[in-house]
Structure formats: C-alpha cells, structure tokens
C-alpha cells in the first residue's frame, strides 16, 4: 500500500511488514485475529474490504486487540480507499 506510506511515521517507512492474520487463510474469527495480532509494541495495519469491494482499515503503534475502551496514540488513524485515500 505505498499510498499510505506518506501518512505512516517516518521511522517505518523502509520496514518491512509481515502478514499475520488473513481470512483467506486464517477464516473469520475475530479471536484468531486478535491471537495472531503481534508483539507488544509492534505496529499494525488493518485492511479490510467490504461487500462492495471498498477498502478500509486503520493504522495503530500497538497490535490489534480486544479493550473495553479506545487505544492508540497521536500516530494511530483510520483510512479508507473509496473512491480515492482519505486519511
């Protein structure tokens, strides 16, 4: 997604991302997405693609994981492909 990279902090522009979790191989489990979700303190960037076929997603400096309340930090934002980015 080199769109995003612009929007991303600039410490990880040049890292390299690795796929943890896709439904295409991990199924719909919304608990197996928060089992694969990373190591603490590693970034995440969710993408997901609607009925429609829109993308969207969000960007956090923390892995995706179940709270009972907001997390993030001034980096973390939502973003959407539809028609153009919108961050």
Do not use: M, N
């Amino acid at each position: 997604l080199p769109q995003l990279g612009p929007h991303l902090p600039p410490r990880l522009a040049e890292q390299p991302w690795q796929l943890l979790y896709c439904t295409g191989r991990d199924g719909f489990s919304l608990r197996t997405l928060y089992q694969s979700g990373g190591r603490s303190g590693s970034p995440a960037l969710l993408l997901l693609r609607d009925t429609e076929a829109q993308a969207f997603g969000a960007f956090s400096e923390s892995p995706i994981h179940c709270s009972a309340g907001f997390y993030g930090t001034g980096e973390t934002f939502l973003f959407s492909f539809s028609p153009e980015l919108k961050v």
